[in-house]
């Protein structure tokens, strides 16, 4: 891979001292691209998001990198080229989407665009002035989905994008990822082998917290990976 956007080498990431989730978990992602990352519930999905996010602090690596220069995953320069949508998400409960929409673009000091679109191929119309509390967890989760395609970071994180969302909402969801290398790098974890295999132009297994297999786009189907976890029925 020639000039990697994002680096990540040797990084160790846990919640008790005594119990590893991440272990010598090294990544490269490159420009535009589309990373799926799969691995069975409990492989350490969620917990590579939260280091990126900032929100776990007990974590260390041999270096974080954009291109070839070293970052802090809590350096203002590092939030402004990623946006993260967790598979659940609490927060700003008493905001409107367009409340939400709109304090996300001022963060980043972008200009607000026209999410018309979004909101319609999400299905989402009927829900934008009602509070994120009150939404269901879907739409809650179409929220933040909506908002990440719009802002269009260079690095798009999405950890179970596809969990809670209805038929129609899901299949616009893989037209979204599968056509975001036009704007950026979207790497996105999941369980669900079809949303890897209708949208990634790499597929990475994450096993015992830790990177164990890569397979490009021609590789990517459900006997390769299932064969890669020694489960045949897990995903």
Known sequence: MESPLLTINNLYAWYHSKKMILSDFSIELAEHEVVGLIGLNGAGKTTFLKVLSGLLPSFHSKGIWIYKTPVNVRSQDFKSRRYIVFAEDNSFQYFTFWEYLSYVFSAYRKKLPDVSELIQGFHFEDNTDILLKDLSTGNRKKVFLITAFALKPDLLFL?????????????????????????????FSSHILESITLTSSRALVLENGKITQTFQHGQIDAKNIREALHYENSI
């Open 159 to 187: 950890d179970e994008p596809v969990n809670g969302l209805d038929f129609q909402s899901t299949e616009y969801l893989y037209q979204q990822i599968a056509s975001y290398k036009e704007y950026g790098t979207v790497l």
